[in-house]
């Protein structure tokens, strides 16, 4: 007879996991299946260890700006890439090892191996095509494995996959993805990063504070595409004042491979083709969802785009199946997925109070030199929206704190409702913005206006003044500008 359970989730990546407990919290009986490594992409290829990547970078930068700050240090500071990688993995493996230690502890089966649904309510377990290939990430001990196990609810969050484009797929040599880009077994001395997005603009950042020549080759007219213009055009002036090399508006259109350098030919809008060779290309056009070979065809599962459709509640349009996370759309964020899952779960439950995601007051993070975070509202979109709106500014080369670091570059930025007052949107770039961001957050989903921003108290000095000051500029009151 089959395992039975009351939810079983197929994925163990932040949304995954996270879910699990919330339900054994809850006092499910609850399994996850996993093919890999627990924590899935965030936690061992992705959020994780890339900020451990970029602390690195962050030291290396520091050190060698020393004497701005009135210190001496003996020659140059060098970075040994074999060493930072080893300090990236470890911290994966130290976090990998948590979430083994959380699902013992929440009493959450942990089934090894790669899950199909059969029919609803059912699937089997067969053996792993991808069993964990790193000593730092070993199989865990005393889990299940292949088999079929029921449920009375099965939750997909089985996350996404890098995105290739036709006739540039990577082929882990002189084509990456952010798997190669995070553990390199050389320095290369030139890149070409094609996307900035997120994953794009990190790896640049990072790769060039190794000392590294990068081109970063960007569709849009814009780096960073989802975010505030202004702020975007903040971000590059700094990432090219770093030696950043950007081209807008233009694309890769096909890439040439030698024995070990590659040759992209990049097209620019108005025709004109460039060559570039490079040691690598780095592929960061975006991410797909994990949706085949899961049985969705045959249980006439809705997706659309490469993503399972779901409501605002995380179900599928198939009676007892869920979807959550990468592989349920975007924004393709491990606290979005986090979210989520708990939301899906506490609705499965009948909990009072539980509101459906709102994409609005979802917060984004790139952790480049110098930081860019947003909530809500874009300026451009505010006004497609037709809101009347007054826009704040301020600047850290007015702020006490920032100065005091040495990082006075930056802006934040908030949009308000010209009649209601409402918060419909903050844009930030510059140093630890990435921690200022969820004070914003927090104001929207309490529905803050800006008399109540206005009348809180923030201390001094802080970099978090800014974001008093920025709402005070909205309204012509800005103290220090």
């Known amino acids: 007879m089959a395992d039975s359970y009351d939810v079983l989730i197929i994925g163990s990546g932040p949304g995954g996991y996270v879910t699990a407990i919330r339900a054994a919290q809850l006092g499910f009986k609850t399994a996850i299946v996993e093919r890999e490594h627990l924590g899935g992409i965030c936690l061992n290829w992705g959020c994780i260890p890339t900020k451990a990547l970029l602390r690195s970078a962050e030291i290396l930068d520091h050190a060698n700006h020393a004497k701005s700050y009135g210190l001496k240090l003996e020659g140059k500071m060098t970075a040994d890439i074999k060493d930072v990688v080893t300090r990236s993995r470890g911290v994966s493996a130290r976090l990998n090892g948590g979430v083994g230690f959380l699902m013992k502890k929440n009493k959450i089966d942990v089934i090894w191996g790669e899950a199909k649904l059969t029919k609803p309510g059912e699937i089997v377990v067969g053996k792993s095509s991808k069993p964990a290939v790193e000593p730092q990430h070993p199989a865990p001990k005393g889990v299940k494995g292949e088999g079929t196990y029921t449920a009375k609810h099965i939750i997909i969050a089985t996350g996404a996959r890098p995105r290739a484009l036709p006739g540039i797929e990577p082929d882990g040599k002189l084509i990456w993805t952010y798997f190669e880009a995070m553990k390199p077994d050389f320095m290369p001395k030139s890149l070409v990063v094609m996307g900035s997005g997120a994953i794009g603009i990190e790896f640049a950042s990072f790769y060039r504070s190794m000392g590294v020549d990068v081109t970063v080759v960007e569709v849009m007219s814009q780096i960073m595409p989802v975010e505030d213009a202004e702020i975007s055009a903040i971000a590059r002036k700094a990432l090219e004042k770093r030696g950043m090399k950007i081209m807008t508006e233009a694309k890769v259109a096909k890439v040439e491979k030698g024995a070990n350098s590659i040759t992209a030919h990049v097209e620019t809008k108005d025709g004109k083709v460039t060559q570039i060779t490079a040691d690598r290309l780095i592929s960061a056009v975006g991410v797909q969802g994990n949706i085949e070979n899961l049985g969705l065809e045959a249980l006439g599962v809705k997706t659309d785009r490469g993503c399972v459709v779901i409501d605002g509640y995380g179900k599928t349009n198939v009676p007892g199946l869920y979807a959550i996370g990468d592989v349920a759309g975007p924004p393709m964020l491990a606290h979005k997925a986090e979210h989520e899952g708990v939301i899906c779960i506490e609705k499965i439950a009948g909990l009072p109070g539980v509101h459906a995601m709102d994409k609005g007051k979802i917060p984004g993070c790139t952790y480049c030199n110098p930081q860019v975070a947003s909530v809500g509202l874009t300026e451009a979109k505010a006004k497609e929206q037709g809101r009347d709106i007054r826009v704040g500014r301020f600047s850290f080369a007015a702020n006490g704190k920032a100065i005091a670091l040495g990082e006075d570059n930056g802006l934040i930025k ?55 000051e920025s709402v005070l500029d909205a309204y012509g009151r800005a103290l220090n500008a």
């Not at 209601?420 to 969820?438: D, F, N, P, S, W």
């Open 414 to 468: 908030t949009i308000f409702d010209k009649k209601t007052g409402e918060l419909l949107g903050a844009h930030m770039v510059g140093t630890e913005v990435t921690e200022l961001i969820q004070g914003f957050v927090v104001a929207m989903n309490l529905e803050t206006t800006e008399e109540d921003l206005m009348h809180t108290i923030f201390p001094h000095p802080t970099l978090s003044e800014m974001m008093k």
